[in-house]
Nanobody, 125 residues
Framework: QVQLVESGGGLVQAGGSLRLSCAASGRTFSTYAMAWFRQAPGKEREFVAAINWSSGSTYHADSVKGRFTLSRDSDKNTIYLQMNSLKPEDTAVYYC??????????????????WGQGTQVTVSS
């Protein structure tokens, strides 16, 4: 199993920036992709971004494309989510995910076996 620890959440004004981090430990060799999801109050958890660990290719949801950037530090088994031009609708708990099921799309909650505890991001207007 892969253990994930997120950090970097907080309160920021609209238009501001935050950087989230997710450090992976444990059976990290078993994961070939990692992702960020988010869940706003009263809503379902939704895909934000994912990265193919071997190629470094990234995929971002349309709602964050051009504002958020997922990156990685392979030596540290850590991924980052740089969030710029934040909007109040970005307010959510952000979760890191790893160890996807083979053949899954990486866009669905059920595609990943390991999850972090989440970090709160609040954007004030």
């Amino acid at each position: 199993q892969v253990q994930l620890v997120e950090s970097g959440g907080g309160l920021v004004q609209a238009g501001g920036s935050l950087r989230l981090s997710c450090a992976a430990s444990g059976r990290t060799f078993s994961t070939y992709a990692m992702a960020w999801f988010r869940q706003a109050p009263g809503k379902e958890r939704e895909f934000v971004a994912a990265i193919n660990w071997s190629s470094g290719s990234t995929y971002h949801a349309d709602s964050v494309k051009g504002r958020f950037t997922l990156s990685r530090d392979s030596d540290k088994n850590t991924i980052y989510l740089q969030m710029n031009s934040l909007k109040p609708e970005d307010t959510a708990v952000y979760y890191c995910a790893a160890d996807p099921k083979y053949g899954s799309s990486w866009y669905r909650v059920g595609d990943f076996r390991s999850w972090g505890q989440g970090t709160q991001v609040t954007v004030s207007s």
